[in-house]
């Protein structure tokens, strides 16, 4: 239970890639602390699993590459909450581990379509609904790649650096309303995500952070958490960094 029990009572989150990593566990809290969550997720076997584990979730099946599904998901969890208060937009791939000339072109775009423009799916269909309450917070998370570009890994740091970008714009959009947007860039941290990469990659990523370790999922959902929260007021357009003191800006 959290020290800040109540923090989210009576608001109401939508959580992409919410079946597993940060997304989970930043469900879990808000849960904890009195919110409604709504889990967003293709993997319906985890989706399942995450909603049984976190009282009062409910569930989606929706890939965020699709600006439809993403719409109606929007739709219909406003409806069943009446509002939207947080969006913690987590839902990523890493693509193959490969050098740019040797990167499947159909796998670059689909990294991109999942890790920048599910974003720009979701953000664009929730925001309306923040600004009919006149309340919002947005978390989208990008990763340190995004700030120094991992090797062979160059659709997944264009995309993370892309979501940056939009990160701020959007934030500086909505700097006069009652709704604020920042981004995480969390170094290499423990989660499903990283059964999609080999070994030595894994191993690249740790080497490169000084602490000597990765990061726990735990961690980076305690920052997540606050800038979901009415605590998080004077920050907006804004990049956190969580990465074991690998980057420097």
Known sequence: MSVYAGRFQHRAAVITGGASGVGREAAMRIAAEGGKVC??????????????AIPGAQAAKVDVADAEQVSR???????????????????????????????????????????????????RSVVPYMLKNGYGRIVNIA?????????????????????????????????QTGVRVNSVTP??????????????????????????????????????????SEECSFSTAATFDISGGRTTY
């Open 39 to 52: 889990l967003w997720d293709w993997d319906e076997k985890a989706l399942s699993a995450a909603a049984q």
């Open 73 to 123: 998901a929007a739709e219909r969890a406003f409806g069943d909450f009446g509002r939207i208060d947080v969006l913690i937009a987590s839902a990523g791939i890493t693509g193959p581990t490969a050098t740019l000339w040797e990167y499947p072109p159909q796998e670059w775009r689909r990294v991109i379509d999942v890790d920048l423009i599910g974003v720009f799916n979701s953000c």
């Open 143 to 175: 990763s340190v790649a995004g700030k120094e570009g991992n090797p062979n890994a160059s659709a997944y740091s264009a995309a993370k650096a892309a979501v940056i970008g939009l990160t701020k714009s959007l934030g500086k959009e909505l700097a």
């Open 187 to 228: 170094a290499t941290f423990k989660s499903p995500i990283l059964a999609q990469l080999p070994q030595s990659q894994i191993d690249y990523m740790r080497s490169k952070i000084p602490m000597g370790r990765l990061g726990e999922v735990e961690e980076v959902a305690a920052l997540v958490c606050w800038l979901s």
